[in-house]
């Protein structure tokens, strides 16, 4: 068996070139061959730390002609508490990244590899979780399976994480829909699911495999994950392109606590380093209108307040510009205090 492991990134700003020289230099640890991905330009002291680079300046991007039944959740931690963003399933970016997959397994091939291991740049891996991670190639060879996903157990319909899989090659390139354009990715659907419908490229893959036979792979469920990869954070950075343009990186919200009907929270964060300040008015039932001033200077910054229930909806501004409005009776937005 021959490895090598596909390492996805998408770079733009400078904590994730940080993280992913870091990244890297753990996988090197267990000497790993590394095919670095992006459709952005990679820094010459990152090519330099491994094996192949593939550049694709072609970033592309789902179309907007598609059903969007179903929502994304993007989670993240303000410290003490948790909230969880519902957006539309959206996904523009998956599209560059189906394609790249594809490219790169191609490519894994004519290199003279057998199989291959798909990673994200920016997984916070605890040293048992890293150990454990290193085993998977060994345990899919003695159970005799051609590949390994890890459930996502909470999604309905199923799928599988993009976190981290691992294939045969061959088997791959042979029994796996290629995904080439956004019209590979469209068909495969129509023919599967018999509508426009968009699915995220979680869905897909799991399809996939479904498709191809699930006996073939070895799943790993998330009570599973959670007892051999402990203490893992596997998604530590988040695309701005996951997130709807009418948010410009920064969304300014409301948010239904999940053990109180007493209140709601307007929380805004911000997605990049450009700082930022925003003008919220929040209007009451009773003809009250309350205005919220936050200000965020970096990546990660945030600002929360709580307001009474009878909120009908808040105006969000930007430079003296309305951005958007939001009803509370269309809010499926939580946060978590721990």
């Given at each position: 068996m021959k490895v090598?492991?596909?390492?996805?990134?998408?770079?733009?700003?400078?904590?994730?070139?940080?993280?992913?020289?870091?990244?890297i230099d753990r996988l090197k640890t267990k000497k790993s061959d590394i095919l670095l991905v992006s459709n952005t330009v990679i820094p010459?002291?990152?090519?330099?730390?491994?094996?192949?680079?593939?550049?694709?300046?072609?970033?592309?991007?789902?179309?907007?002609?598609?059903?969007?039944?179903?929502?994304?959740v993007v989670h993240s931690d303000l410290g003490g508490a948790k909230i969880l963003d519902i957006f539309p399933?959206?996904?523009?970016?998956?599209?560059?990244?189906?394609i790249n997959l594809f490219n790169a397994v191609k490519i894994s091939k004519s290199l003279g590899y057998t199989h291959f291991e798909k990673l994200e740049y920016d997984p916070l891996f605890s040293q048992t979780s890293f150990d454990n991670i290193s085993k998977i190639p060994s345990i899919c060879t003695e159970k005799e399976k051609k590949g390994v996903f890890f459930l996502n157990d909470r999604s309905v319909p199923q799928d599988v994480s993009f976190h981290y899989f691992f294939c045969d090659i061959d088997f791959f390139l042979e029994k796996f829909q290629h995904?080439?354009?956004?019209?590979?990715?469209?068909?495969?659907?129509?023919?599967?699911?018999?509508?426009?419908?968009?699915?995220?490229?979680?869905?897909?893959?799991?399809?996939?495999?479904?498709?191809?036979?699930?006996?073939n792979f070895l799943f790993i469920d998330e009570n599973e994950r959670d007892i051999n990869f402990p203490n893992t954070y596997w998604n530590s950075e988040i695309s701005p392109n996951n997130i709807p343009k009418k948010y410009k990186n920064c969304s300014s919200r409301m948010y239904l606590p999940m053990t109180s009907n007493e209140f709601v929270v307007v929380c805004s964060f911000n997605y990049d380093n450009q700082p930022r300040e925003r003008i919220i008015h929040c209007h009451f039932d009773d003809g009250v209108i309350y205005t919220i001033n936050h200000q965020m200077t970096t990546k990660n910054s945030f600002n929360i307040h709580s307001i009474t229930p009878n909120v009908t909806h808040i105006e969000v501004f930007q430079d003296g510009e309305l951005l958007y409005t939001e009803n509370i009776a269309d809010v499926k937005n939580l946060i978590e205090y721990y």
């Open positions: 090598l492991t596909i390492l996805d990134c998408y770079i733009h700003n400078e904590t994730i070139i940080n993280k992913l020289s870091e990244f010459k002291e990152i090519q330099q730390k491994v094996e192949f680079c593939l550049y694709d300046s072609n970033n592309n991007l789902f179309s907007d002609n598609w059903v969007f039944p179903e929502n994304y399933l959206l996904q523009p970016h998956g599209l560059s990244v189906m995904v080439k354009n956004e019209d590979d990715y469209r068909a495969f659907i129509h023919k599967i699911n018999k509508n426009n419908n968009f699915i995220n490229v979680e869905r897909f893959l799991y399809l996939s495999a479904e498709v191809v036979g699930l006996d």
